[in-house]
């Protein structure tokens, strides 16, 4: 049985509201369950589940899948889009715990 690969990270929703706080959330990966998913969960319940590679890609440059984008912003920020029919919901995250993370799910 693998074990879950679990990181906690920080993110900023992107809006039109200045100076919103940090959210915590987690990240995610089940390799026995789901190989190729990663999970970003909210407080609240909130999960968004998308491929891993996806994720890896967005590191380095603009990727797309699924209603899913994501992308650097800067050096070490990283931006992921989620287009579902509530809308659109936007949040940056520092790219050093997404590092960790998929490393983690690598080892």
Same mark, same amino acid.
């Given at each position: 049985m693998s074990p879950v690969i679990h990181e906690q990270a920080d993110a900023w929703l992107v809006n039109d509201t200045p100076d919103l706080p940090a959210v915590p959330v987690d990240l995610l990966y089940d390799a026995e369950k789901d190989p !190729? *998913?990663?999970? #970003?969960?909210?407080?609240?319940? +909130?999960?968004?589940?998308?491929?891993?590679?996806?994720?890896e890609g967005g590191l380095t440059a603009p990727t797309e899948r699924g209603g899913v984008r994501v992308?650097?912003?800067? !050096? *070490?920020?990283? #931006?992921?889009?989620?287009?579902? +029919?509530?809308g659109v919901e936007v949040v940056q995250l520092d790219s050093a715990p997404v590092l960790r993370f998929l490393h983690r799910t690598h080892a």
């Open positions: !190729r *998913t990663v999970h #970003v969960s909210f407080p609240g319940g +909130a999960d968004w589940a998308f491929a891993r590679d996806l994720l992308w650097p912003c800067g !050096r *070490t920020q990283l #931006v992921v889009e989620v287009h579902s +029919a509530e």
